[in-house]
């Protein structure tokens, strides 16, 4: 991080933060821990779970930024009768008007775009939620024998409803692992809420600015690669994670009472590209480990699965991983 040019690209990514809170905060009011997450996880190329309560603005909030990063926005509204190829696109039988030949051609499904909105992902039955996987590992599509690469840079953006309702279906494990971050959505302040309604209930249209595109954005993922990290902070967000699972014998004896599967390397290795992240963005040349406590709860949130004991005592993960803060330091 010594080098000249790296330098600079850490004061043009500062300046693009504070440009891009100014402009998404023309249109959310409040989430700025959301929005600084979601950052976060675009500048390591991650994907984003979020989860709350309908009308939190979180469909806006994601195609806000899509406006200001000047990337191609696509939504796909899962629900019960999706199909995959609804999501991946489908090959259809055309007939070549002058030579009356027929044959297949590709019609590309809403997949194929930088950032991909995929609302209200747990109303799809696992078929259809599995249409996603290849995609969101490789950036790529298969289909008909035939692989397709997406775009980049390429990321998947989920809600869900934390509400229990019939017709939903639970993501798998597999399908978690795929998520950087798992965000929790909170209700506005007293305040934040009276400038919404304010706001949303006049003739006001507020209007965005570009303050980035594609080829800034994979610049600076690069950039993020290059930090480096002490290996004592690897040592920590490892020995954290491994703390999660309750058949380390040097976890924790809440670990073992509370947790039936911890998380597994992808945990640590979203840790450390999060510290990373985190750091340049507040101006420091590498992380420190309030850089990984910072990451643990949205990193962990979605990885460590709870039993009936933890259900029992009113423990949730968050829990957890303030448990584990405390007792590991």
């Not at 600084?36 to 930024?65: E, R, S, W, Y």
């Not at 840790?271 to 990193?299: E, F, H, S, W």
């Amino acid at each position: 991080m010594n080098r000249t040019d790296d330098v600079a690209m850490v004061d043009a990514l500062f300046e693009m933060r504070r440009r891009l809170s100014d402009e998404i905060a023309k249109v959310i009011i409040g989430q700025q821990e959301i929005i600084n997450q979601l950052l976060v996880a675009q500048l390591c190329g991650g994907h984003c779970l979020l989860i709350g309560v309908p009308g939190l603005a979180k469909t806006l909030m994601i195609k806000t930024l899509a406006e200001v990063m000047h990337l191609s926005f696509k939504r796909i509204q899962f629900t019960p009768d999706l199909m995959p190829s609804d999501i991946t696109g489908t090959e259809v039988i055309e007939e070549d008007k002058s030579s009356g030949k027929r044959e297949f051609r590709f019609f590309r499904g809403p997949i194929f775009g930088n950032i991909i909105l995929a609302d209200e992902i747990n109303r799809t039955p696992p078929k259809t939620q599995a249409a996603l996987l290849e995609a969101m590992q490789e950036h790529r599509v298969t289909t008909a024998g035939k692989t397709y690469t997406l775009d980049e840079p390429f990321f998947v953006l989920a809600t869900q409803n934390p509400i229990e309702q019939e017709g939903t279906y639970p993501l798998p494990e597999a399908q978690l692992d795929r998520f950087m971050f798992s965000l929790k959505v909170e209700y506005p302040s007293f305040q934040e809420e009276i400038q919404i309604v304010k706001s949303t209930t006049s003739d006001l249209d507020a209007q965005v600015q570009k303050v980035a595109g594609k080829e800034e954005l994979l610049k600076f993922q690069q950039l993020v690669k290059r930090v480096p990290v002490a290996d004592n902070i690897v040592e920590y967000a490892v020995k954290i994670v491994s703390a999660t699972r309750p058949e380390n014998p040097a976890a924790p004896e809440f670990i073992r009472k509370w947790v039936e599967w911890g998380a597994g390397p992808r945990a640590s290795q979203y840790l450390i590209l999060g510290a990373k992240t985190n750091a340049i963005l507040n101006g420091r040349p590498t992380p420190q480990k309030d850089d990984i406590i910072r990451m643990m709860k949205p990193v962990l949130r979605h990885r460590i699965i709870l039993n009936f004991n933890a259900e029992a005592d009113g423990i949730d993960t968050d829990s957890v991983t303030d448990k584990l803060i405390e007792t590991i330091g």
